[in-house]
């Protein structure tokens, strides 16, 4: 069983950046695939980025170039730094993890508002 704390997430201009933290309690995340998604109002939710425990990662089209996920085993923790914001951006931010693919546990997600 594996908890999980979303934080970082707030309001920023167009073009601001912002970190996004996932710690993790119960199991380390090097264990499990870890995953951020989106979700936006009346849209689906959207895997944004993922990074599996070989350490390999991917993005959505949408994100490439601009979002990085990140491990720090040591603590436990994932992120997600997100530069070049846009107001498509907003979103609900939710981690997720998973055995072999992100998406067995889920936090409760923090909100990102990209705005001026």
């Known amino acids: 069983q594996v908890q999980l704390v979303e934080s970082g997430g707030g309001l920023v201009q167009p073009g601001g950046s912002l970190r996004l933290s996932c710690a993790a309690s119960g199991s380390s995340v090097s264990s499990y695939a870890m995953g951020w998604y989106r979700q936006a109002p009346g849209k689906q939710r959207e895997l944004v980025a993922r990074?599996?425990?070989?350490?390999?990662?991917s993005y959505a089209d949408s994100v490439k170039g601009r979002f990085t996920i990140s491990r720090d085993n040591a603590k436990s923790t994932v992120f997600l730094q997100m530069n070049s914001l846009k107001p498509e951006d907003t979103a609900v931010y939710l981690c997720s993890a998973g055995r072999v693919s992100p998406g067995d546990y889920w936090g409760q997600g923090t909100q990102v508002t990209v705005s001026s």
């Open positions: 990074i599996i425990t070989g350490g390999r990662t």
